[in-house]
């Protein structure tokens, strides 16, 4: 399995088990994050976000599926929670990864390019402008992925934006100066012509 299926599968499972991530950055980790709460959302499980483990009191038959979330590079804190009962998904640096990742099911943050390609792939998203925007910046993939599925069709992330933005003052610029020099007319037709094609491609300006 690739590590979007293992984090899908683990979700599911009903097993009390534990996963490890190496989340790489606080900006790698929040789209590992952003990805189990998507999946967790779906089927109604809650996460939480555990920062010190306590033992619990006794098992609930009622209570609703939960999964803990621990951010720690404390030892201490990632054994009391790798030696409980708890269903847990455990972020750490590399250091404790290499340690554990042996035992557990574990999700090296390294890979996470790949990750985002599976997942939008898994979700049927192929638009190359918004998985490389995604890539450059995973810490924004989800609210990335929810921009673009409103507006598909007319999608323009926000370095695109501004690129097209710039290129609309410089081209204006240029005509400008065309003008005012009375230079070469079919140099000004073709720069308007330019103008009004990345107008076209970008709702954010049209």
Same mark, same amino acid.
């Given at each position: 399995?690739?590590?979007?299926?293992?984090?899908?599968?683990?979700?599911?499972?009903?097993?009390?088990?534990?996963?490890?991530?190496?989340?790489?950055?606080?900006?790698?980790?929040?789209?590992?994050?952003?990805?189990?709460?998507?999946?967790?959302?779906?089927?109604?499980?809650?996460?939480?976000?555990?920062?010190?483990?306590?033992?619990?009191?006794?098992?609930?038959?009622?209570?609703?599926?939960?999964?803990?979330?621990?951010?720690?590079?404390?030892?201490?804190?990632?054994?009391?929670?790798?030696?409980?009962?708890?269903?847990?998904?455990?972020?750490?640096?590399?250091?404790?990864?290499?340690?554990?990742?042996?035992? =557990? $099911?574990?999700?090296?943050? !390294?890979?996470?390019? @790949?990750? /985002?390609?599976?997942? *939008? %792939?898994?979700?049927?998203?192929?638009?190359?402008?918004?998985?490389?925007?995604?890539?450059?910046?995973?810490?924004?993939?989800?609210?990335?992925?929810?921009?673009?599925?409103?507006?598909?069709?007319?999608?323009?992330?926000?370095?695109?934006?501004?690129?097209?933005?710039?290129?609309?003052?410089?081209?204006?610029?240029?005509? =400008? $100066?065309?003008?005012?020099? !009375?230079?070469?007319? @079919?140099? /000004?037709?073709?720069? *308007? %012509?330019?103008?009004?094609?990345?107008?076209?491609?970008?709702?954010?300006?049209?």
């Amino acid at each position: 399995m690739n590590n979007i299926d293992i984090i899908k599968s683990f979700i599911e499972s009903s097993e009390g088990s534990k996963l490890l991530v190496n989340q790489v950055s606080d900006e790698i980790g929040l789209f590992y994050i952003n990805l189990i709460e998507n999946y967790a959302r779906d089927k109604n499980i809650k996460l939480s976000r555990k920062d010190t483990f306590i033992e619990s009191e006794g098992t609930d038959l009622f209570a609703e599926k939960t999964i803990n979330i621990c951010i720690s590079n404390n030892k201490n804190i990632i054994e009391k929670f790798i030696n409980s009962n708890t269903k847990t998904i455990i972020f750490t640096d590399y250091k404790y990864y290499k340690i554990y990742s042996n035992k =557990f $099911n574990s999700i090296n943050g !390294y890979n996470y390019q @790949k990750d /985002i390609e599976n997942y *939008l %792939k898994s979700i049927s998203v192929d638009n190359f402008e918004m998985i490389n925007y995604c890539l450059s910046l995973p810490y924004l993939t989800f609210s990335e992925l929810s921009k673009f599925l409103i507006n598909k069709t007319g999608y323009v992330n926000e370095n695109q934006s501004k690129e097209d933005t710039n290129s609309i003052l410089e081209l204006r610029k240029e005509i =400008f $100066n065309l003008k005012k020099n !009375y230079k070469d007319l @079919k140099k /000004i037709y073709f720069c *308007l %012509k330019k103008e009004v094609s990345l107008k076209k491609f970008s709702f954010l300006i049209y």
